[in-house]
């Protein structure tokens, strides 16, 4: 007998975990999801993700901001953010951390769209083994 309590459940964190995984893949708007679980090094080797550092903006729809907690971590950071190969360079403006977003080429959104559709396809599968594996 299926126990449809522990099925709405697992589903539910099966849903968090896609949700969270799609955030971080570029759609050509600057959102919050793109940066905030690049990690960067600080305090002298501590491995800490920017939304622990500080706090993301979003001025516009191709921009984002940086502003650390600790501004003697900005230099720091801002190094760890270029380092991490995210496809945005940031530049330190006083107290910020600003970053802008290219613009994405044909390429670039059909391999976004191929990796949208392969986490897509784990998620299904998440959601298959949640309900019993025999795919009803």
């Not at 709405?8 to 793109?34: C, E, Q």
């Not at 516009?60 to 360079?89: H, K």
Request: hydrophobic share 45%; charged share 25%.
């Amino acid at each position: 007998m299926i126990d449809f309590t522990e099925v709405k459940v697992r589903m539910g964190k099966i849903l968090s975990l896609y949700i969270n995984d799609i955030a971080s893949i570029r759609t050509g708007r600057a959102t919050p999801g793109l940066i905030e679980n690049v990690v960067v090094t600080v305090y002298g080797g501590q491995k800490m993700k920017l939304i622990e550092l500080g706090s993301i903006g979003v001025p516009d729809v191709r921009s984002l901001t940086f502003q650390p907690w600790d501004q003697a971590l900005i230099r720091e950071i801002g190094n760890g953010i270029a380092a991490a190969n995210i496809g945005m360079n940031p530049v330190v403006d006083g107290q910020l951390i600003r970053m802008s977003l290219p613009m994405l080429t044909v390429e670039q959104r059909e391999d976004y769209i191929k990796l949208l559709g392969r986490k897509l396809e784990a998620a299904r599968v998440m959601v298959r083994d949640a309900r019993g594996g025999n795919g009803n």
